[in-house]
């Protein structure tokens, strides 16, 4: 009898969820023919969830990517259809799972044979489905809190070497992702070669503050080989996270604070001027002027616009308000011709 109560308790849910999925589908469906892998994931540790996806079509990560804090991550690919997305993300929202929100978008599809999605709740609960009619080779392999899917291959080792890259990368979430990604390109990849790539992670509960809420979000429209070009961009975030966090530091008048910040992003970009500019600032701030001088000279030969900054801080509070501190800073400065301090003023 109990068996039977919770079946009848099962198809009532599931025929509610499939009301809702045909009531709305119709009024956001966008249909491309978006061929491609990706990869599903949640860190258990952190509770952050993200997709990370590479393809050869423009703008992969526009279709393919779709995360919320504290609700889940879906992939919608294959005859992509940005319904399986959307209304995805709402039904995990509403307290769905990830399996039967798709279930639902499955049976509300009028062609479920040629999608490939997958989806994760904030939960970890994981559902992934490639219809028979997914161009080959296509498949999909469910992990522990992750799934990787691909379709359109050029052979059938791309998602189990996902799989593989995934569970023995060490790091966090990004790291773990771009590892399957690039370990699905090493062993073929797309039949069709390579084009853009996406990553976006996700909060593993909201705050109720969006921008705060997702961690990264990074796209590479076009480029001839997109992963690499992700994981330049995924260093290059972190550094700026780093800046970021020196900004706030400076804010907070933790002049130590900043010093240690600025010096990390530092270490990850050492040709990057600008923060280069701000670690010398900081370090000026700090009493440490002489140590400063080296950093200062090196960025006014290359770009001598810094030089141009450098009297400005001080009067908005960003800069010691000492005439021979600034008078020192100068005097590693560059000189410059009389037609370009003309053109200055």
């Not at 109720?208 to 076009?222: A, K, S, T, V």
């Not at 070009?229 to 780093?242: F, T």
């Not at 010398?280 to 810094?306: H, M, Q, T």
């Amino acid at each position: 009898m109990r068996k039977i109560i919770l079946l009848v308790i099962a198809l009532t849910l599931l025929f509610n969820v499939k009301s809702y999925a045909q009531e709305n589908i119709e009024k956001i469906s966008t249909i491309r023919p978006v061929h491609t892998y990706s990869i599903v994931a949640r860190d258990p540790e952190t509770g952050q969830m993200g997709v990370a996806v590479q393809s050869h079509w423009f703008s992969v990560g526009s279709l393919v990517t779709w995360a919320e804090a504290g609700v889940g991550a879906v992939a919608t690919q294959s005859f992509v259809d940005v319904t399986y997305g959307h209304l995805g993300l709402e039904l995990m929202r509403a307290g769905k799972t990830a399996q039967q929100a798709l279930e639902a978008l499955k049976l509300a599809d009028l062609h479920p044979e040629v999608r490939q999605v997958a989806m994760i709740d904030a939960q970890g609960n994981v559902a992934a489905h490639t219809g028979e009619k997914c161009i080959p080779d296509a498949g999909h392999i469910i992990g522990d809190n992750f799934s990787v899917q691909a379709n359109l291959m050029l052979n059938d080792k791309v998602w189990p070497a996902m799989k593989t890259a995934y569970e023995s990368t060490n790091g966090d979430l990004a790291d773990k992702m771009l590892a399957a990604l690039e370990a699905a390109q090493n062993v073929g990849g797309d039949i069709r070669g390579k084009q853009s790539a996406a990553i976006l992670i996700v909060r593993g509960e909201s705050t109720g503050r969006p921008w705060q809420d997702r961690i990264m979000e990074l796209r590479i429209e076009d480029h001839p080989t997109p992963v690499q070009e992700l994981k330049r961009l995924v260093k290059l975030h972190r550094a700026y996270d780093h800046m970021n966090k020196g900004d706030l530091a400076i804010e907070m008048n933790d002049v130590d604070g900043a010093l240690k910040e600025y010096g990390a992003a530092e270490e990850l970009f050492p040709d990057n001027l600008e923060m280069k500019f701000w670690h010398a600032i900081s370090l000026v701030n700090a009493g440490r002027v002489d140590e400063s001088l080296p950093l200062f000279k090196e960025i006014f030969s290359k770009d001598y616009n810094w030089a141009v900054l450098v009297p400005r801080l001080p009067k908005i509070d960003l800069l010691l308000k000492d005439e021979s501190v600034l008078k020192k800073i100068m005097s590693v400065a560059p000189v410059q011709k009389e037609s370009t301090k003309k053109e200055e003023m």
